[in-house]
């Protein structure tokens, strides 16, 4: 019997220092963002095919949208109300399946740039996927002109992914796949060459599968990772790196789910994240979701 109790009492305290030094991982849902949206409706017609969103640095209070596969080369901008405002097509850029946006440093020093992923092979049988990068244009812009491609393979063969994340600490491209029992890491170590096709290097895997969209706060200090049905939240420490965050449990966060929801970003300030989702068929419309920071 002493010995029963010792070992309750030895499990007991490992739970409990457990539980101090990792608050992050304590599976509540609720501790960080409001669990239900604030939802603001998309004109029909306009950006019905949405699969990447981010917002703009430069143009404040804006949103950029890309569309998925088969969509014309370009960008749409819409406000935080979801009103949509005007398109900027990307020349001589192509959209074989566009999967993913993100917004964040670049190679030029304080300078915001775009980063398109080039990323989508529903039959994993695309040799060379991409990332287009480019200075955020301005509002005023009609015409993206100068961009960089970044080709790359991955390291074991093709794969299907529709998300991705950028350091902006040191511009290592990290990319998240869909398909597998574990969605895997690849890693695309900055500089990536923009003349010769580049290798990304297995670096991990998740505990879930189906990663449709991921997000990195503006700070560095905060991911998620969104599938269709869930949302995944980690923090991340100063000099940490993005594979080595994502070992750790991560906290769902309560997500009101959207038929064909591929798209999710954060509020610059922090003070929120975004979701957006393709328009499924027989639906009318779609909705900006808002979820406010707690």
């Avoid at 040191?170 to 029992?181: H, S």
């Avoid at 060459?193 to 449709?212: D, H, M, P, Y």
């Avoid at 798209?263 to 900006?288: H, Q, R, W, Y």
């Amino acid at each position: 019997m002493l010995t029963i109790r010792i070992l309750r009492v030895t499990i007991f305290i490992s739970l409990m220092v457990s539980c101090i030094e990792s608050p992050e991982l304590s599976g509540d849902t609720n501790a960080v963002f409001e669990p239900s949206p604030s939802s603001y409706k998309i004109d029909p017609g306009k950006i019905d095919e949405v699969s990447g969103i981010a917002e703009s640095r430069i143009n404040p209070g804006y949103i950029w949208a890309e569309q998925d596969g088969g969509a014309p080369a370009e960008l749409a901008l819409i406000d935080k109300k979801g009103n949509f405002v005007k398109k900027i097509f990307i020349k001589n850029a192509d959209n074989r399946d566009w999967e993913d946006l993100t917004i964040g440093s670049g190679p030029e020093k304080d300078k915001s740039y775009i980063y398109i992923a080039e990323i989508g092979d529903n039959g994993s049988r695309h040799t060379v996927s991409y990332f287009y990068r480019f200075a955020e244009p301005e509002m005023t812009s009609d015409t993206v002109i100068n961009w960089e491609r970044i080709s790359f393979v991955y390291v074991d063969g093709p794969r299907d992914a529709e998300a991705f994340l950028v350091d902006n600490t040191n511009l290592d491209i990290y990319i998240i796949t869909k398909k597998e029992n574990k969605s895997r890491i690849y890693k695309l170590t900055y500089p990536q060459s923009i003349k010769q096709i580049n290798t990304a290097s297995l670096v991990g895997e998740l505990t879930f599968k189906g990663a449709v969209s991921a997000a990195i706060s503006a700070d560095g200090k905060e991911i998620i990772i969104k599938t269709y049905k869930e949302l995944y939240y980690w923090t991340k420490s100063q000099g940490e790196n993005i594979a080595a965050a994502l070992t750790r449990q991560p906290i769902n966060l309560g997500y009101k789910k959207e038929k064909q929801g591929e798209a999710i970003c954060f509020a610059n300030d922090g003070s929120a994240f975004f979701t957006l989702s393709e328009k499924p068929m027989f639906t009318s419309s779609v909705s900006l979701q808002y979820y406010k920071r707690k």
